[in-house]
């Protein structure tokens, strides 16, 4: 049968006033976990950018970045938990508004690439099409919907195949930082770059040659379909 989208069947709003926002944010309990997720301009599919925010699987509000002052104090609280997909995105969609998004506790995009290590499928429209047979829409209160739906479900994935250190020391905090640097940009020191360039290729030269004494023969190392079959995954 295929995807469907059943966004029409959930209960998705746009929310265009301040005292409406106001109110919504009001009814996320404290301790609870809310998606959240940002749309950006595209002027060809007549994408405007918006931000979407859900506070239960099957239910999402937008509301144009002109109200994202109204959300500052929420979206900057960092114990006010959240569930987004792609934390780097959203973090640096928030910063051009000027806000810090905090309590970031579930990227659904650094999951799924844990457990599938597959870059290709960890879009939020192929995680809606693997785990919930759903077209996921542009508009961002279903990419929060999303968010929030399968934060729990690819979270206790995680903790099953032992990922979670990885997921909590490395790959979230360095999102933040690669976001950072995207923004703001990095110095680099090209005598330094070029030193570290020649140790890599010394070292890497030297591996290959290790690994071919191991093997018996020399082969293409980059090669998986030359690896897997004498016993070495790279």
């Known amino acids: 049968c295929g995807p469907v989208d059943d966004s029409g069947t959930r209960n998705y709003e746009v929310i265009g006033d301040a005292a409406?926002?106001?109110?919504?944010?009001?009814?996320?309990?404290?301790?609870?976990?809310?998606?959240?997720?940002?749309?950006?301009?595209?002027?060809?599919?007549?994408?405007?950018?918006?931000?979407?925010?859900?506070?239960?699987?099957g239910e999402g509000r937008s509301f144009s970045v002109d109200l994202l002052p109204?959300?500052?104090?929420?979206?900057?609280?960092?114990?006010?938990?959240?569930a987004v997909h792609d934390a780097k995105a959203v973090e640096s969609s928030l910063a051009a508004h000027g806000i810090r998004l905090g309590g970031v506790r579930h990227d659904v995009m650094l999951y799924a690439f844990l457990l599938t290590a597959d870059?290709?499928?960890?879009?939020?429209?192929?995680?809606?099409?693997?785990?919930?047979?759903?077209?996921?829409?542009?508009?961002?209160?279903?990419?929060?919907?999303?968010?929030?739906?399968?934060a729990?479900?690819?979270?206790?994935e995680v903790d099953a195949q032992d990922l979670r250190r990885v997921y909590e020391e490395i790959d979230l905090p360095l999102a933040s930082v690669l976001g950072r640097m995207e923004r703001t940009g990095i110095r680099i020191?090209?005598?330094?770059l070029s030193e570290l360039s020649r140790r890599m290729?010394?070292?890497?030269?030297?591996?290959?040659?290790?690994?071919?004494g191991i093997a018996g023969k020399p082969f293409?190392?980059?090669?998986?379909?030359?690896?897997?079959?004498?016993?070495?995954v790279i």
Do not use: W
């Open 70 to 82: 109204e959300a500052k104090g929420f979206l900057e609280d960092a114990a006010r938990l959240k």
């Open 189 to 192: 020191d090209p005598e330094l």
């Open 201 to 212: 290729d010394i070292d890497l030269e030297r591996l290959t040659l290790e690994i071919h």
């Open 152 to 156: 729990q479900r690819l979270s206790d």
């Open 220 to 232: 293409n190392v980059n090669s998986p379909e030359v690896t897997e079959p004498v016993g070495i």
């Open 20 to 57: 409406a926002l106001r109110q919504y944010l009001t009814g996320i309990a404290p301790g609870s976990l809310s998606g959240f997720g940002m749309s950006e301009d595209r002027p060809g599919d007549l994408t405007l950018a918006a931000a979407g925010i859900s506070r239960a699987p």
């Open 119 to 150: 870059p290709g499928g960890c879009s939020a429209p192929s995680l809606a099409l693997r785990y919930l047979d759903r077209a996921l829409g542009a508009s961002p209160e279903q990419h929060a919907d999303l968010a929030l739906t399968l």
